[in-house]
């Protein structure tokens, strides 16, 4: 297990120092001079000497890159140029927004999809299958922010149990907190359910057609047994990686969701930060939000080899 | 390949398991019918989507105007044409994009499998990978603003591993087929196996993909364009127009309804004809499922 942890730490830590490669050159390399371009056409120039000089952006390409990763090392993200507070201090506040509606959506969409896919699979060809199979694809089909309007629509205006957008603040309880995040997370759940419901479904039919399921069965295992002792801790690894996957899915779209319902999250911070042209938030906002796709899809690694021992194996 | 009777025979079995599936088919109607709005708008739309006309804003659906109006007046079932001419040119080019980039790189990857290209193709797409559509489309809107090109750079980046990966995997395994190995033995180049025996072997597979990633697209783009780093005015997009509809949403609750339906409807006919089409390329999976 050991070398294998080392192996894929080191591949982590590559991956971080490309993506931060990438965000860096884009972000600072490719606009010219960040300086100018933040202040806009119309700036003096001496203001924009005086930007240029508090960014630092005066020193070289490359020692401004190794200024700013040592910085992220630390934590420090820099000062954003339009609020004058350290950077580190906005996410912080939108983090707590962000990250909970993610896991909230996360846990929602496993929560619907584990059950609706091994209904499906164990009646495959039933009306209950046929019906899983067509509201699902009707549900990837259905883009999450206009479902998050319907919602809105429905909950908010027509039936008021919900408030159509903000947040209160998690001073104001957890289950205030929860209750205004609930309406989105469901936008965020319903589109990612149907998937992994219907990976789930074909994982559980790859599962029930092996030789080990029917060996179980010739042993006098009933198709029930067969499938909650044998076929569907199996099946689950396709499962495990669509669920990473989707999580970078959630958090990406979470930024669409939250301008839906005003929530003060990451994705409304990014969107003043470009509308400002606050290059700083934006990059610092970019990082973190693939940092943390790139953690995961880590995690979803070290998991497999802890359920599946062939794996530490066959990678180390 | 020379023998004549398999040519003559597949494209007819084919033909008759398409008519024979009804996702294949749901999903072609619907595609059809939005790629014709889409055609016809260069041409005709029943109101001019350039004109406002505040004096009949917020119209329900009547006679005249099958779908209402909007809140300057303007046709929603014209603008819903021109908005399908967007999106489908959005997404044609980005998924363009991913198969002219990503297929080669993947065909060269397998072609020199385990060498360090090979290697240097697999992990630049892990990074591509790393970073979400929308993320993407946020650092170059950030650096260049928001416009319908960078939204299809946008997509069309993501594209490119998905490309990469399909065709590297698929292409691995044909590497080992007999034909292959007869090719090489004649001594015929790796590029030129890959262009003549490979690339041809695996363009079902791509085709199929190529249908998802373009509903994909199109639900990126809509979701762009709503939040205002696609599309921009005066062309209409649906992503656009539903982020019009939500600031009225108490007032004409039904402006939001039909973008989002057209959207739904396309996404789903192009999905549906995607899962059709992968059962008829594979009579396998047919009798299998």
Same mark, same amino acid.
Do not use: C
């Given at each position: ?6 192996k894929r730490?080191?591949s982590?830590?590559?991956s ?40 630092? +952006? ?5 020692? #401004? ?7 992220? =090392? ?17 996410? /912080? ?26 209904? %499906?699979? %164990? ?11 067509? =509201?699902?694809? +009707? ?12 919602? =809105? ?38 589109? @990612? ?6 990976v789930?479904?074909s994982s559980?039919?790859d ?9 179980? #069965? ?19 690894i396709p499962?495990?990686t669509i669920?990473g996957l ?18 003060? *999250? ?6 003043? *930060? ?14 973190? +939000?693939?940092? %943390?796709?790139?953690?995961?899809t880590?995690?979803v690694d070290?998991?497999y080899a802890?359920?599946d021992?062939r794996l530490r194996r066959r990678s180390a | 390949m ?34 014709? %709005? ?24 009547? /006679? ?9 007046? #303007? ?20 998924v *363009?994009i991913g198969i002219v980039v990503g297929v080669p790189l993947g065909l060269l990857a397998a072609a020199r499998h385990g060498s360090l290209i090979d290697e240097f193709v697999m992990r630049t797409n892990d990074l591509i990978f790393a ?27 993501f594209n490119i591993p998905v490309f990469a990966r399909l065709a590297r995997g698929a292409a691995l395994s044909l590497w080992t087929r007999d034909y292959v190995l007869a090719a090489r033995v004649a001594g015929k180049g790796r590029t030129l196996i890959s262009a003549e025996h490979i690339l041809p072997n695996i363009t079902n597979l791509l085709i199929v993909q190529g249908t998802i990633q ?17 599309? @921009? ?11 019009? /509809? ?17 959207? =739904? ?9 995607g899962?059709?089409m992968r059962?008829?390329f594979d009579p396998k999976l047919?009798?299998a #499922?």
């Amino acid at each position: 297990m050991l070398p294998f942890l080392i192996k894929r730490l080191i591949s982590l830590t590559l991956s971080l120092l490309a993506a931060s490669l990438v965000i860096f050159f884009v972000i600072e390399v490719v606009p010219g001079d960040p300086a100018s371009f933040m202040l806009g056409l119309n700036a003096s120039p001496d203001t924009v000497a005086a930007l240029r000089e508090s960014l630092g +952006l005066n020193a070289s390409v490359p020692l #401004r890159y190794w200024q700013w990763i040592t910085g992220l =090392v630390q934590g420090e993200f820099g000062i954003s140029y339009t609020y004058k507070v350290p950077v580190g201090e906005l996410i /912080a506040d939108r983090f707590w927004v962000s990250m909970p509606l993610s896991i909230y959506a996360l846990t929602l969409s496993t929560l619907i999809a584990f059950p609706v896919g091994v209904i %499906a699979a %164990a009646r495959r060809n039933s009306p209950a299958d046929v019906s899983i199979m067509g =509201v699902t694809q +009707l549900g990837i089909a259905v883009p999450n922010f206009w479902f998050a309007m319907l919602l =809105v629509l429905f909950f908010a205006v027509s039936l008021r149990w919900f408030s159509a957008g903000g947040f209160p603040g998690w001073e104001a309880g957890f289950w205030a907190g929860m209750k205004a995040l609930t309406l989105p997370a469901i936008a965020l759940a319903l589109p @990612q359910a149907s998937i992994l419901a219907r990976v789930m479904r074909s994982s559980l039919l790859d599962t029930l057609g092996e030789d080990f399921v029917r060996t179980a #069965r010739a042993k006098g295992l009933t198709h029930r047994q067969a499938l909650w002792k044998h076929a569907l801790r199996n099946a689950l690894i396709p499962v495990l990686t669509i669920i990473g996957l989707q999580f970078s899915f959630l958090l990406a779209g979470a930024i669409i969701i939250e301008n839906v319902f005003f929530l003060p *999250g990451l994705g409304r911070l990014v969107f003043q *930060g470009i509308t400002q042209r606050d290059l700083i938030v934006v990059k610092s906002v970019i990082f973190l +939000l693939v940092f %943390a796709v790139i953690l995961v899809t880590f995690l979803v690694d070290i998991t497999y080899a802890v359920v599946d021992p062939r794996l530490r194996r066959r990678s180390a | 390949m020379s023998d004549p009777q398999i040519i003559m025979e597949r494209p007819a079995g084919m033909v008759h398991a398409a008519l024979r599936s009804p996702s294949f088919m749901i999903g072609l109607v619907l595609t059809l019918l939005f790629t014709v %709005a889409a055609l016809l708008s260069f041409v005709w739309t029943p109101f001019d989507v350039t004109q406002l006309n505040i004096a009949n804003k917020l119209k329900s659906p009547s /006679a005249t105007h099958w779908l209402g109006t909007d809140a300057f007046g #303007r046709d929603i079932f014209s603008m819903l044409m021109v908005g399908a001419r967007t999106s489908i040119a959005v997404a044609i080019v980005a998924v *363009g994009i991913g198969i002219v980039v990503g297929v080669p790189l993947g065909l060269l990857a397998a072609a020199r499998h385990g060498s360090l290209i090979d290697e240097f193709v697999m992990r630049t797409n892990d990074l591509i990978f790393a970073f979400p559509a929308l993320l993407m489309a946020i650092m170059i809107t950030a650096v260049f603003g928001p416009s319908a090109l960078n939204a299809i750079i946008a997509i069309g980046i993501f594209n490119i591993p998905v490309f990469a990966r399909l065709a590297r995997g698929a292409a691995l395994s044909l590497w080992t087929r007999d034909y292959v190995l007869a090719a090489r033995v004649a001594g015929k180049g790796r590029t030129l196996i890959s262009a003549e025996h490979i690339l041809p072997n695996i363009t079902n597979l791509l085709i199929v993909q190529g249908t998802i990633q373009f509903s994909l697209g199109i639900l990126a783009e809509a979701g762009l364009a709503y939040v205002g780093l696609g599309t @921009q005015p005066p062309l209409p997009s649906w992503g656009r127009m539903l982020s019009d /509809a939500q600031t009225m949403i108490y007032i004409a609750p039904n402006l939001a309804i039909f973008p989002g339906l057209a959207i =739904v409807l396309t996404v789903l006919g192009l999905n549906l004809m995607g899962d059709g089409m992968r059962d008829i390329f594979d009579p396998k999976l047919r009798r299998a #499922r």
